[in-house]
């Protein structure tokens, strides 16, 4: 059993590293740009001396534009807060990207100013670890925004608020800038000064957060309670619009699966922020983006710099170039920018294209594969469509752009007088469309190019090369776009009885080396999308399926799909009558996950989003949208479990948490230790190895779990209760449930005891060439009682590591010494347990440094640190048996607890947002152990 259990921790984990590198999602497909970055040092006179010396401000400047001793600023000021081990010069790519975006909106007369970028140097510190990292890196930010204004004051309109994007655990730091009085009156976190010393800012210099693949639900790494308090005290003073945040609106990017270092679903910002202050987007679905990147990668994608970038601009007064717009102006230009919302449709000006041909249309359908053509191009094509008629949507797809107007439509009346009014204008419009239909006589006409236009990437099977973007690129240098229209015309103020759609092309020669553009348009009454049944052998087995793609856009729904926790092979095989005017792709998403993605090698990909495990509704399935030509009316699908690489994302997604597991899983096998086989006094003494624990307990523990994990896909939606607890509703197929874990964390736990022997004979034998330890209760006594009295000064982190440390050497110790098994046996069950609360320990006391930072010994949290510390070293210390006797029989009740009140803990641990509850629950049981030995409990003896 022992081996079997260790051989499935070498071949999964091994397994599920290397298919996390083999099944990459989402391809690469962010370029680069060529940069030449230069940083000014500035004087941040009024932070803290604790802090100048930790961290300084520098200004980006970019040596293709700007003369390096320039240090004057006249621009728009922006501050760029770097992550968890992150550089001030991760800005670089930022600062150049915003260079060549300031060029594009000056020639085309939209801004005068340009951006002045600083960044904050935090010296590399690892932030997602520790809370009091986070508030002194944000105290700094503070001075550093007072500083940045401060250097304006001279200009006759100088900016009153600073810009801040933030990457990865800097987008926390800046939502934490103007809370930071309000935190620390409601808690006091160790270096941070008091209230009265904090930097007061004054109102409105924060009005705008950009964050890209940051955290804001909770911690990546909630290993202490103290950074989970903070998590939900700032998101509990977003969420109620605190006056020091009520006007700032806010921008959460994520990157998605390819970014294994932060799961994304933590970047949602529902539930933290008011939804009309606040935004959530994937790289995936932004326009002119639909690229993701690693976690690294977000401060160096230029697609999404260039959104970044332009937002900030189109942000600010055109009159007033310094000055913010309003907060619900902010939103819509961020929603523009980062969603494609569209603007109402308007009443279209008389056609200056009266003159060009006009092509009647009766099919229902138009295909134009070259527009280079001169037979297609500056022409007008009209579709005539009865009101009444069965269909009633209309579909384009082209490569023209929208902007630059190469082509437009129109919906027009064949007869005046007769407007209806629909739900998509407003009175005004309706009132001006009606003037225009009056003037001119001619029925009236709506251009929904606009308004109805949205840009989707360009199909192509050729593989992806990455391009650097020099400072001079053009805004037509960068990835080639379709433009694609959809709309219901019952949805647009028409003639009762008939109406006009006219299409007019005007599109430019192409560039040399570009290709051919086209057009295409069709009408087809697919108003809902169609559903797609798959079973679930189906899905665990592989499941066939026949599409109709008779529409240029077919819309399907497979309701099957909906665990994000599974990854999915599909193909998609069109079947087209001749050969089709573009390559066929497919968009997929599950409502409600932001997750959208765009696909052109549709014959073998692999689909996956993130879900939110917090929402309170199911997900409605994977909503699949194939575009193919008119000359494909038919497509099949093929669909399957993709179980590599869904244990991918697995090791992904939970990476944090499976050392919580550990621990969990190590508490029930150590609770069985004080439950083994206790003989009467007089018999020999007998106890039970790590090894032999799991051997005799593992399959009730097993059973126990299974029924837990198998209620937990029900439970929540019957007892509605936190669905996060759970990890979200789970597909019945989904084998990588709390059951997966378990056994996974028990053949870890088996190969982590087997290298603890063999690490401790081998310390044990090179010791012994030197001299030969002997154990001594005087030393015992005399290292136990300097803890103690340490035990107030040092965290609690520190003294797990001093408690490993102690142990491991006991252990070394008495390995060739002579004693009773029980007590070599209790010695290593206590290393086993230990070891796995080192990652804990380790993190936390990296982040911080080994410091005496702990909280003052006479305040609550103090006492309740030094008891605590208390405990546990009196654990450690009382792990040594007695020569001659068995096992604890004092404890014998401990191990009689049942199956279920164990794996309770592992069912609150099961999930990211809790992992610091397995070290809490483990501090409990040691607890309860020191109670029996200061006879506070009086456990059952057994005969």
Avoid at 8 to 20: K, Q, S
Avoid at 824 to 844: G, N, Q, R
Wanted: glycine share 6%.
């Amino acid at each position: 059993m022992r081996l079997a259990l260790a051989a499935v921790a070498t071949t999964v984990l091994p397994l599920a590293l290397w298919a996390l590198l083999a099944f990459r999602i989402d391809p690469k497909a962010c370029d680069g740009n060529y940069i030449a970055p230069h940083y000014v040092p500035q004087d941040v006179r009024s932070a803290p001396r604790s802090l100048a010396a930790r961290y300084r401000l520098v200004l980006h400047r970019e040596q293709q534009d700007v003369p390096l001793s320039n240090d004057v600023v006249t621009g728009i000021p922006v501050l760029f807060l770097p992550g968890n081990a992150g550089s001030f010069k991760q800005v670089r790519s930022f600062g150049s990207v915003a260079q060549r975006v300031w060029r594009w909106k000056r020639s085309e007369g939209a801004v005068q100013l340009p951006l002045d970028i600083y960044a904050v140097d935090t010296n590399y510190e690892l932030s997602a670890f520790s809370d009091s990292v986070l508030l002194r890196q944000a105290l700094f930010a503070a001075d550093a925004v007072k500083t940045i204004l401060a250097r304006y004051e001279h200009l006759p309109d100088p900016p009153r608020s600073v810009i801040i994007v933030g990457h990865s655990m800097g987008g926390f730091v800046a939502r934490l800038i103007t809370l930071l009085p309000v935190l620390v009156r409601q808690q006091s976190y160790g270096p941070i000064p008091d209230p009265d010393e904090m930097p007061q800012l004054p109102a409105g210099s924060i009005e705008a957060i950009i964050t890209l693949s940051s955290p804001h639900r909770h911690p990546p790494a909630p290993i202490t309670r103290r950074i989970v308090d903070l998590y939900e005290r700032a998101n509990k003073l977003w969420r109620i619009g605190h006056d020091t945040v009520a006007d700032i609106t806010l921008v959460s990017v994520a990157n998605g699966r390819k970014d294994v270092v932060l799961n994304s679903a933590l970047t949602h910002l529902d539930g933290v922020i008011d939804p009309s202050r606040g935004l959530t987007v994937y790289a995936t679905a932004v326009p002119r983006v639909w690229a993701t990147s690693d976690h690294e990668g977000a401060v160096w994608c230029n697609q999404m710099l260039e959104i970044v970038a332009e937002s900030i601009y189109d942000m600010h007064r055109r009159n007033a170039t310094r000055a913010l717009l309003t907060p619900d102006d902010r939103m819509r230009v961020l929603e523009q920018h980062f969603r494609g919302v569209r603007p109402k449709p308007h009443v279209a000006p008389p056609s200056s294209a009266a003159a060009d041909p006009v092509v009647l249309v009766h099919a229902g359908q138009l295909s134009l594969p070259s527009l280079a053509d001169p037979g297609s191009n500056h022409r007008s094509y009209e579709l005539v469509l009865d009101a009444h008629a069965p269909r009633p949507v209309m579909r384009l797809l082209t490569s023209l752009p929208a902007r630059g107007r190469a082509f437009n439509v129109t919906v027009t009346a064949s007869a005046p007088g007769s407007v209806d009014v629909g739900p998509g204008l407003d009175d005004a419009d309706v009132a001006r469309l009606m003037l225009a239909s009056a003037g001119r006589g001619d029925g009236g006409a709506v251009d929904i190019t606009a308004s109805a236009a949205r840009l989707v990437p360009a199909a192509t099977t050729k593989p992806f090369e990455i391009m650097f973007h020099p400072l001079h690129a053009s805004r037509d240098d960068g990835r080639p776009a379709w433009t694609l229209i959809e709309f219901d015309t019952r949805e647009i103020p028409l003639i009762e009885k008939e109406a006009r759609v006219r299409i007019h092309v005007h599109a430019p020669q192409p560039r040399s080396g570009a290709q051919d553009a086209f057009l295409e348009a069709s009408f087809d009454d697919f108003r809902q999308r169609a559903v797609v049944g798959v079973s679930s052998l189906g899905l665990i087995f592989g499941a066939r399926r026949e599409l109709s793609t008779g529409s240029l856009a077919s819309h399907f729904v497979i309701p099957r799909i909906r665990d994000g926790r599974l990854r999915y092979h599909m193909r998609v095989e069109p079947h087209c009558d001749g050969s089709p005017v573009f390559t066929p792709f497919v968009e997929y998403s599950v409502p409600p996950s932001y997750d959208t993605k765009f696909v052109s090698n549709i014959t073998d990909m692999i689909v996956s989003w993130y879900s939110d495990p917090r929402r309170p509704t199911e997900p409605e399935g994977l909503h699949l949208s194939v575009y193919s030509s008119n000359a494909c009316p038919r497509a099949t699908l093929h669909v399957r479990v993709h179980w590599l690489g869904s244990l991918a994302g697995v090791a992904s997604d939970y990476a944090s948490f499976f050392p919580a597991m550990l621990v969990g899983t190590a508490l029930m096998f150590y609770c069985n230790y004080f439950g083994g086989p206790v003989v009467a006094a007089t018999a020999s003494p007998r106890t039970w190895s790590f090894e032999e624990l799991v051997e005799k307990h593992f399959w009730s523990h097993l059973q126990t779990v299974f029924f837990i994990d198998f209620g937990s896909i029900y439970v929540p939606a019957f007892l509605a209760l936190d669905r996060a607890t759970f990890l979200g509703p789970r597909d019945v197929i989904n084998i990588f449930g709390l059951t997966f874990w378990f056994v996974l964390a028990t053949g870890t736990l088996l190969v982590l005891s087997a290298v603890l022997h063999v690490l401790v004979q081998l310390v044990a034998a090179t010791l012994a060439w030197a001299f030969r330890p002997v154990y001594s209760s005087r030393m015992h006594a005399w290292f136990g009682l300097v803890l103690m009295c340490a035990v107030g000064l040092v965290p609690l982190y520190v003294v797990h590591i001093v408690a490993w440390a102690y142990l491991f050497g006991l252990t070394v110790v008495n390995c060739h010494a002579s004693g009773s098994r029980a007590r070599k046996a209790a010695d290593h069950i206590a290393l086993v347990a230990y070891t796995t609360l080192l990652p804990f320990s380790i993190l936390e006391r990296v982040a911080n440094g080994v410091s005496f930072e702990a909280n003052s010994p006479f305040s609550a949290v103090g006492l309740l640190t030094i008891v605590q510390n208390a405990l546990h070293l009196w654990f450690v210390l009382g792990q040594r048996t007695r020569p001659g006797t068995g096992p604890r029989e004092e404890m014998a009740w401990l191990g009689q607890m049942p199956d279920t009140a164990v794996t309770t803990v592992l069912v609150l641990v099961y999930g990211w947002q809790y992992t610091y509850v397995a070290p809490a629950c483990f501090s409990l049981v040691m607890a309860w152990e020191c109670a029996l030995r200061l006879g506070l409990l009086r456990g059952r003896r057994v005969a």
